[in-house]
């Protein structure tokens, strides 16, 4: 009997948590919307920037996602990992930005600039009226304070060395108020771009700063439980942050940037970003019409565009993306601790002799890759910038299309014979045969490896693929230097001084051998000679002449064998208005501009 | 019964100190340390990097971090500067700092616990409130249709993934858009009222509860099942029954009191994976409990934050045991611990 | 060792008597030879790409021409569906033709295949990976490690069970002490956490075969404290039966002992006891190969290639790929657990040691 009316009472049970699941299932339905942040509208600063786009309505929500979890927003730390530093974009601005769309360098905090004649000393006019988001006024004590912290020998971080020419800080002098003069150790081609750096607010961080604590000041704990503190210049300030699952952010009611008809940027109300572990779950939200925006990787482009219509979205084709995929050779010279060398001295002879590299760079299916791996949304890549890069990007590099006969016309040059059963020999006998190390976790990249093995085969090369953990990897080719053959991606940056440490030949990302104290080969020497030239003349022109000359040569040796670039695709909501779409970089890169013709994503 | 207690946590230090231990050994084997994701960043410099390796001490040995560490290991802090008088205590456990979030590590497991512990929960319930009436109403009419179903369920659900399944759901959610797409809450749950936020919550939790709860269901049951059974075949139900015992008062009374008896013991063990068992579930469904904040830890080599949850873990698992002992006495008064 | 011979023999005569343990024999029976035939039943070795047809559905067959063709298929767009089939047209199945370079067993050469294709198209029975490998050829040869990883782990595993449990129920003592001291500790650290940090310490650079073996030790690592400790509760109660006391007696040393008289008559519950955790060892393996930390390309296992199902584009359209390992780790996991229940059955009815 028991058991019977234990029966009943589960089936009781059964029914209530089915009722309970429909109850959430129909909540989830109508999901409401965050309320509508009031504003209060003062007068905007005397030197506001007034925005170029036509002006929108106020109002609205921009759903984003955040590929990881943001480990800090201290200013000095940030700029170590992506997310974070992405979060603290939307907070701190600097004297000068970066204008996507026309890519050149404009005023920032500070309305304008003149450079002495010299060319070492920029007097910086700061926006007078400008304020920070509790309402503390933004000055030129802010800024001095800002390098103050950045040169201290008690806070290492990343940015100091780009703010630094020869090793030496900028000197860094306030005027007055709203004045401040930097002077250069010596001409700094990069000065204006880089000297955008994030200002901190000297009143909420100079106690820190005093006591030692600034590294562990705006830390996570503190986003989570006095956002307040947090203040900013920036269109958005920290209205909530719950780790490892959002961000939410507001307008910042004291933004310095205004629409032509007066009315204070940023239109939304406010930004929320979902913080996810990995790019599938984000994809997956976009798709089905859970967020604004998305990156949306290139193979699963064809499904996420055909759920477009009915989620209202537009998958955007924004054309070859500033990431580069590379395959070098170690050329390292040196032996290790034991006095073996790095290279078996016979194989070393085949990775510097450039026919060799060429040879291997003819023997690529480049396009096959592109086609196969991509499915056709990428192009073949020759040099490290990639075309999205317009300013910098030299279209007349040597190019090395998919041709096997040149390779073997080229091998056989080089002394290389083949035997009966088609597997390549060099002069002494020895078979061509290497492994390829890569990092495992790079799906993309592994598919690459895979193809230039098959690539490979044709040449009768044989060729081992091996997935490394990324830090094994890293060790290998930065310090032990035990490992034959390397396949990597970058992600290159606008400015070419990005690009020094793979370049120069004592750069630390000289894959092929960092570090040389003197150059082995005169044309490494030649691209140490044009690295300087470009970084010592403001004249835009100049510079682009010696950059040029760099990806020449780098094409024409093949130290680094480029292999295919990833186009990039965004999706975002077509509820948004006032896009600017840059050749390079994110669609939603002006978001304080945009604003939503529709206030309801769903 | 005070003894076993004082024991038990007398234990509990060896055990802490040996695990911790190893881990350490185990992570420092690991190539690279927490600085080596910065070495393919073009502009960062050589300096930058050496700088950051001293500050976090990972020039030194591994046992001396481990002895570093170890130093600082404590259960509450004493800041004797503090204003106010209360102020000077600090009881938050100190487990060390992360070098990926620079923050302590206490603070990181205090973000991530509820997540977990609510998913461990919900799921545990889902599974005992399913399986123990299904396993005894399988044990009494045993061999019947409905016993071999159940039976043949029980198999399928030990047998699948659980990785596996969790990807299944995920695409479920996807295709039907029933259900949200990982995560813990929604970006609206700020915004919500107090009831909508429980039910945003339940709505976020049905998904990775019943994946990671079906083994569950099917362990339990099969327990329950064997017990049952083993307890109705036994010498003192015949007796009850002789006596003249409603056949209900019989199996409630006697044969499942005594029957629950191992699952209680299954219940610590269940106790001790609260933390740990839904690494899998949290990776594959965007979940933002402990599980994906260690297996990011591992990857990152943040050693102290590996080593946090693992202790966290070994105490959930003497703790669970010690529960469950405890209440296999108070269940059973044969039991008896000296 | 001829009473361990009898009795295995008669449990495996009662294995076959019972329907179940029939049906999952045959089922494990089929699953090895797969294994063992793998090359000759696949059309195309694990490594064979074609760029030209990622991401392909699986392909129909047709009857032509008095013979059984494969479909041949037109590229619309380089989406998953992106490829149409051609009305009529296709290319002729051979079988038993020659094919890719094999060794049989390791051993013999053969170029000898169950299907092949002669012409252009290509057979995909279940579809092709993101580099246009056949997926049905990499599930057939990722049959390998599943089956083979539990094997090799569990006997690694019951090896070290066996020595320690023994020798600790045998000697007791400050032995039992510290081995039972160190099992504890073992089972004390959640299993996943040591798998992965295992896998951490020794992330250098392996071959292929030196991964396989790397799981193999990491797994049984973890596993064997659960057997040390039933063997050691089963030493302890024979210790004291007469016919081990009498051995003492007669001066024989621990080691003969141990293997004449204790082994035997635990020999079955270990093979139970093996026949239980071996899905444990599968499934790790799964778990570390999906996790990327496990086999790796170019080499194949199940878990592996669940973990290249992971893309949503994957899962969103190429379904059949995503849910072929899968089904194949459930079924072989659901064998071994309905044969080690039968056999704990026949063996401990009473489930005095042996607890699911």
């Given at each position: 009997m028991i058991i019977m009316s234990m029966s009943v009472n589960i089936l009781r049970l059964w029914v209530l948590a089915a009722l309970l699941t429909m109850a959430t299932v129909l909540s989830a339905c109508g999901p409401g919307q965050p309320p509508e942040r009031a504003r209060p509208q003062g007068p905007p600063p005397a030197d506001a920037d007034v925005s170029r786009m036509p002006p929108g309505q106020q109002g609205g929500v921009f759903f984003g996602t955040l590929g990881g979890m943001p480990r800090t927003l201290n200013p000095l730390q940030a700029g170590e990992d992506a997310s974070s530093a992405m979060a603290l974009s939307r907070l701190l601005e600097g004297l000068t930005r970066f204008d996507s769309a026309r890519e050149e360098v404009v005023p920032g905090l500070a309305k304008s600039w003149d450079v002495g004649a010299d060319q070492k000393t920029f007097t910086f006019h700061l926006r007078r009226g400008v304020q920070w988001s509790d309402g503390h006024p933004f000055t030129a004590d802010d800024v001095v304070f800002t390098f103050q912290a950045i040169y201290d020998d008690r806070y290492p971080n990343r940015q100091k060395s780009e703010l630094s020419v020869n090793g030496k800080p900028f000197e860094v002098e306030k005027i007055d108020d709203y004045t401040v003069r930097f002077r250069t150790a010596d001409i700094y081609a990069p000065f204006l771009l880089y000297v955008g750096t994030s200002i901190m607010p000297r009143h909420k961080l100079i106690q820190a700063f005093d006591d030692g604590s600034l590294m562990r000041a705006w830390s996570v704990r503190d986003a989570q439980f006095t956002p307040e503190k947090i203040v900013s210049t920036g269109p958005l300030i920290l209205e909530r942050f719950r780790p490892a699952e959002r961000i939410v952010y507001a307008a910042n009611p004291h933004y310095y940037r205004i629409d032509s008809a007066g009315q204070r940027l940023p239109y939304i109300d406010r930004f929320i970003e979902r913080i996810v572990n990995g790019q599938q779950a984000s994809t997956l939200a976009f798709a089905y019409g859970?967020?604004?925006?998305e990156n949306v990787e290139v193979r699963n482009v064809g499904w996420v565009k055909r759920n477009a219509e009915r989620h209202g979205f537009t998958v955007y084709?924004?054309?070859?993306?500033q990431s580069t995929n590379f395959i070098w050779f170690n050329q390292n010279p040196g032996s290790n601790a034991r006095g073996e060398p790095y290279v078996e001295p016979y194989k070393l002879a085949w990775f510097k002799d450039s026919r060799f590299r060429q040879a291997i760079s003819y023997g690529i299916d480049r396009e096959g890759i592109v086609q196969g791996v991509l499915l056709g949304r990428g192009l073949p890549l020759w040099g490290p910038v990639s075309p999205a890069n317009r300013s910098w990007y030299n279209p007349d590099v040597q190019r090395y299309p998919f041709d096997p006969q040149r390779a073997r016309a080229l091998l056989r040059e080089a002394g290389f014979t083949w035997d009966a059963a088609g597997k390549l020999h060099d002069r002494d006998g020895h078979a061509v045969a290497f492994s390829l190390s890569t990092n495992e976790d790079n799906e993309v990249r592994q598919a690459i490896g895979l193809v230039f093995i098959e690539n490979m085969k044709q040449l009768g090369i044989d060729v081992r693929l091996q997935p490394l953990d990324f830090n094994t990897f890293v060790g290998k080719v930065m310090s032990s230097f035990d490992y034959e053959a390397g396949l990597l991606g970058l992600t290159g940056s606008w400015d070419p001084q990005g690009g020094w440490s793979v370049y120069h030949?004592?750069?630390?990302?000289?894959?092929?051998?960092?570090?040389?104290?003197?150059?082995?080969?005169p044309w490494e020497a030649r691209i140490d000679e044009l690295m300087q030239l470009q970084l010592r003349t403001l004249d835009v022109e100049a510079r682009r002449r010696y950059v040029f000359e760099v990806q020449d040569i780098l094409a024409r040796e093949q130290p680094l064998i480029y292999t295919v670039t990833v186009n990039s695709y965004e999706g975002l909501q077509n509820r948004w208005r006032n896009l600017d779409p840059p050749q390079m970089g994110t669609l939603v890169w002006n978001y304080d501009e945009m604003w939503a013709e529709t206030l309801l994503l769903r | 019964m005070k003894a076993l207690i004082i024991k038990r946590l007398l234990i509990l230090i060896p055990m802490l100190l040996v695990v911790s231990l190893m881990v350490s050994l185990l992570m420092s084997l690991?190539?690279?340390?927490?600085?080596?994701?910065?070495?393919?960043?073009?502009?960062?410099d050589a300096e930058y990097l050496q700088r950051l390796r001293q500050e976090f001490g990972l020039d030194q040995p591994w046992y001396m971090q481990y002895f570093h560490w170890l130093g600082q290991v404590l259960p509450f802090s004493y800041h004797p500067d503090a204003a106010s008088f209360w102020q000077r205590f600090d009881f938050r456990p100190n487990f060390g700092f992360s070098y990926y979030y620079r923050t302590e590590v206490w603070d990181l497991l205090v973000q991530r616990m509820p997540a977990t512990i609510l998913l461990s929960l919900t799921s545990l319930v889902l599974a005992w409130v399913i399986a123990i009436p299904l396993g005894v109403l399988a044990a009494i009419y045993k061999d019947s249709i409905f016993d071999r179903i159940s039976q043949m369920l029980a198999y399928a659900a030990l047998s699948i993934p659980e990785f596996f399944l969790a990807l299944l759901a995920l695409v479920f959610a996807a295709k039907t858009g029933w259900f949200p797409i990982g995560g813990f809450t929604s970006v609206e749950h700020d915004f919500l009222s107090p009831w909508g936020r429980f039910l945003d919550i339940a709505h976020h939790l049905l998904l990775p509860t019943i994946v990671l709860g079906i083994g569950g269901v099917a362990g339990v049951m099969r327990i329950m099942r064997a017990n049952f059974l083993d307890n109705i075949r036994s010498e003192y139900v015949v007796t009850a029954r002789a006596k003249g015992l409603a056949e209900g008062a019989v199996m409630f009374r006697h044969v499942f009191r005594n029957a629950i008896n191992p699952l209680i013991t299954a219940a610590g063990f269940a106790f001790s994976s609260i933390l740990s068992g839904a690494l899998l579930v949290e990776i594959v469904m965007n979940y933002p409990g402990i599980g994906q904040l260690v297996y990011n830890a591992l990857l990152q080599q943040d050693a102290f934050v590996v080593q946090a949850s693992v202790l966290m873990s070994v105490i959930m698992l003497m703790i669970g045991n010690l529960l469950a002992d405890i209440a296999l006495a108070m269940n059973d008064p044969r039991i008896r611990y000296d | 060792m001829i009473r361990v011979s009898v009795m295995t023999s008669s449990m495996f005569k009662e294995l076959l008597r019972r329907p179940a343990g029939l049906t999952v024999f045959i089922v494990l029976v089929l699953f090895y030879l797969v294994a063992i035939f793998a090359d000759f039943l696949s059309p195309y070795s694990v490594t064979d790409q074609d760029l030209q047809h990622t991401f392909h559905p699986p392909t129909a067959l047709l009857w032509k021409d008095g013979g059984l063709h494969v479909q041949r298929y037109e590229m619309q767009?380089?989406?998953?569906?992106?490829y149409t089939p051609v009305v009529g047209e296709g290319s002729p199945l051979r079988f038993f033709a020659p094919g890719y370079e094999y060794h049989l067993l390791g051993l013999v050469p053969m170029s000898h295949h169950l299907i092949t294709v002669d012409g252009p198209d290509r057979l995909y029975l279940l579809g092709s990976d993101q580099v246009g490998r056949d997926i049905y050829s990499r599930l057939l040869h990722g049959t390998r490690i599943s089956l083979s990883i539990g094997l090799i782990g569990i006997a690694v595993s019951m090896c070290i069970g066996f020595i320690v449990g023994g020798l600790a129920g045998y000697f007791g003592g400050a032995f039992d002490n510290i081995a039972m001291r160190l099992t504890e500790f073992l089972m004390a650290i959640p299993g996943l956490y040591l798998l992965l940090a295992l896998r951490g310490a020794f992330a250098e650079s392996f071959t292929p075969t030196q991964m396989f073996f790397l799981i193999v030790f990491i797994l049984s690592f973890i596993g064997w404290s659960g057997t040390a400790r039933i063997i050691r509760g089963m030493t302890l109660s024979l210790r004291n039966r007469q016919f081990v006391m009498a051995a003492e007696v007669m001066g024989q040393s621990s080691w003969k002992i141990l293997w004449k008289h204790v082994l035997p008559n635990v020999f079955s519950y270990l093979i139970v006891a093996a026949t239980i955790s071996i899905p444990g060892y599968i499934l790790g393996e799964a778990a570390l190969s999906f996790l990327g930390l496990g086999i790796q390309d170019p080499s194949v296992s199940w878990g592996l290639m669940l973990s290249q199902a992971q893309n949503p584009q994957v899962f969103m359209e190429g379904y059949w790929w995503f849910l072929v390992p899968g089904l194949a780790i459930f079924v072989t996991v659901i064998s071994f657990n309905v044969l080690g229940d039968v056999l704990r059955d026949i063996i401990d009815p009473k489930q005095k040691f042996l607890r699911s």
């Open positions: 859970q967020s604004d925006y084709d924004r054309g070859p993306s030949s004592a750069g630390r990302l000289h894959m092929w051998s960092p570090g040389q104290k003197t150059p082995q080969t | 690991a190539p690279g340390d927490p600085v080596s994701q910065f070495e393919m960043m073009p502009d960062v | 767009s380089r989406d998953l569906s992106g």
